[in-house]
């Protein structure tokens, strides 16, 4: 069963993240060659506050 994990920002509507899924899904099924009802699609929202880059919080306004 392949697994996809995708973290990003929270915020995003339930539209959006639905057409990910589904499009990840399908990127999965046709590379893999695996049935459509064996991939899984784990979207991981994080607050922007609670993500870094370069020591710097994406949350904070500089």
């Known amino acids: 069963m392949p697994l996809v994990t995708v973290r990003l920002f929270e915020g995003r509507s339930l539209?959006?993240?639905?057409?990910?899924?589904?499009?990840?899904?399908?990127?999965?099924?046709?590379?893999?060659?695996?049935p459509i009802d064996s991939v899984e699609v784990i979207l991981d929202e994080v607050p922007r506050e609670n993500w870094t880059k370069a020591g710097v919080q994406f949350g904070v306004k500089k």
């Open 15 to 34: 539209e959006q993240k639905s057409e990910l899924a589904k499009k990840l899904t399908d990127a999965v099924t046709a590379s893999l060659n695996v």
